[in-house]
């Protein structure tokens, strides 16, 4: 039993903690956050944001369609989970991946798909619907629960550990370690994952820190320099891509093979060291997302690859940025992973390698 002294810092403990944790819950209509969401965000001025380290699109065509599907058909759809800036922007904490698949429907980029409930609705946009069920649509509620702009990033990293560890999911990267077990595997943690630059270069939001995160961005490092410059698709998705990968280099990986590759990552990380003032980041106090690390990383390698006596040159990420392609490669928008997506980013940062003047670093 507790004594009265103990339930008395019990309460003050919980009444202190509620504080950190203040929200409302809201409904927006599939329209009104679709637009929010889109409206400027080519320039990353959106109502309704994704964070940078959440920056990739991983769903498929088939769960999208199901997405859709359970909306049409009315059924609930899971709360998403938002949290206010001190600007007024609504960061996306969990759901970003349906929004993003809300507004690739609304905006007739989603095909739907392998539906097995209502079939008919196989191989039509959101622009083949009458209208009246593209209203019906439009005008379907959302939930929403939003921290307020109070809450600290420990809280909102915290929340989003709570509902993704909730199930016990495990990331790709921590299904990998058990399954595809081999000489290749072994390279990447033992090898790779300890290297104190990458480790400097790449910092990672708290909600990542220890779920493998930085395993998973060097596999994606040796996957793409290897399938370059036809990057392969699965209609799973990137991360049956990469299982693939790891399993085919576990069983021809040898002492030879990984000295060079060894050399390679190495050789990359060094070059990006001195050529890039903020890392595998876009700027400072940011995280690394995995589409921007992608694009330097194989892109700074095939640019070394090409000339090897390179001088590292400073670069200016934000002058990259206003280019409006790039941009775009890099938002993680939709569809992060499409070869030619991959290959645009990754030619980009190749080309401006090579062709970087200014001052040597």
């Avoid at 320039?43 to 309704?48: A, G, K, L, Q």
Wanted: one cysteine or more; a neutral charge.
């Amino acid at each position: 039993m507790l004594t009265n002294g103990q339930i008395t810092e019990l309460e003050n403990q919980i009444t202190e903690e509620k504080k950190t944790v203040d929200f409302d819950t809201r409904e927006f209509t599939i329209e009104f956050l679709v637009q929010k969401y889109l409206n400027k965000i080519d320039s990353d001025e959106n109502d309704i944001f994704v964070p940078e380290y959440q920056r990739e699109f991983v769903w498929d065509d088939s769960r999208q369609s199901k997405l859709i599907e359970s909306i049409v058909l009315g059924l609930p759809i899971p709360i998403i989970f938002l949290a206010e800036d001190t600007n007024g922007r609504l960061e996306i904490v969990d759901g970003s991946q349906r929004i993003r698949t809300l507004a690739a429907f609304v905006s007739n980029e989603l095909i739907l798909d392998d539906l097995d409930k209502l079939t008919r609705l196989n191989g039509l946009q959101y622009k083949d619907l009458p209208e009246s069920r593209r209203r019906k649509i439009n005008n379907t509620p959302i939930r929403m629960i939003v921290l307020s702009e109070s809450a600290t990033e420990d809280v909102r990293n915290d929340l989003f550990e709570r509902i993704n560890r909730g199930s016990d999911l495990l990331r790709n990267m921590e299904k990998r370690k058990g399954i595809y077990r081999g000489p290749f595997n072994k390279f990447i943690y033992d090898s790779c994952a300890k290297n104190a630059t990458l480790v400097k270069l790449a910092p990672l939001a708290k909600s990542v820190e220890n779920r493998q995160e930085l395993e998973e961005l060097i596999l994606r490092f040796f996957a793409l320099i290897d399938q370059y410059p036809n990057f392969k698709t699965h209609r799973s998705g990137i991360g049956s891509v990469l299982d693939e990968y790891i399993d085919e280099r576990n069983l021809s990986f040898n002492a030879a093979e990984e000295a060079v590759k060894k050399a390679d990552f190495e050789r990359m990380l060094s070059f990006v060291e001195k050529a890039f003032p903020f890392g595998f980041v876009k700027g400072r106090g940011q995280f690394v997302s995995r589409v921007f690390f992608e694009a330097v990383s194989v892109g700074v390698h095939l640019a070394l690859k090409e000339n090897p006596n390179l001088t590292p040159r400073a670069v200016d990420v934000a002058k990259w940025l206003k280019n409006e392609t790039f941009h775009s490669i890099v938002s993680g928008k939709y569809k992060t992973h499409a070869p030619q997506k991959i290959k645009q980013r990754v030619d980009f940062v190749k080309s401006q390698v090579l062709s970087t003047p200014g001052v040597d670093v």
